[in-house]
């Protein structure tokens, strides 16, 4: 098993910044895969940003304002946030798919981010 804990996020005002973090522990050495999602009041959960071996692919929405890196020594991934957009507000949640039975997938608590215009 693998599991998630995440930090930061919070309130903003519009083109303010700010960091979330996640930490997984557990089967870190079968994650295969660590993002980002959001879920907005009403809207479906949406994919953010992700980090594959490496490589980061975003949503368009948030392309040159977030950025997303992994530190595999301490099994954490964030998400820097800058130029924020009360668009951006929503509940954020670090996902990391894992090798398990397949391939397995496990969710954080997840993180409140409101950007106030």
């Known amino acids: 098993q693998v599991q998630l804990v995440e930090s930061g996020g919070g309130l903003v005002q519009a083109g303010g910044s700010l960091r979330l973090s996640c930490a997984a522990s557990g089967f870190i050495d079968r994650i295969v895969s660590m993002g980002w999602y959001r879920q907005a009041p009403g809207k479906q959960r949406e994919l953010v940003a992700q980090?594959?071996?490496?490589?980061?692919n975003y949503v368009d929405s948030v392309k040159g304002r977030f950025t997303i890196s992994r530190d595999n020594a301490k099994s954490a991934v964030y998400l820097q946030m800058n130029t924020l957009k009360a668009e951006d507000t929503a509940v954020y949640y670090c996902?990391?798919?894992?090798?398990?039975?397949?391939?397995?997938?496990?969710w954080g608590q997840g993180t409140q981010v409101t950007v106030s215009s």
């Open positions: 980090i594959t071996g490496g490589t980061p």
């Open positions: 996902n990391a798919r894992y090798k398990a039975y397949g391939i397995s997938s496990v």
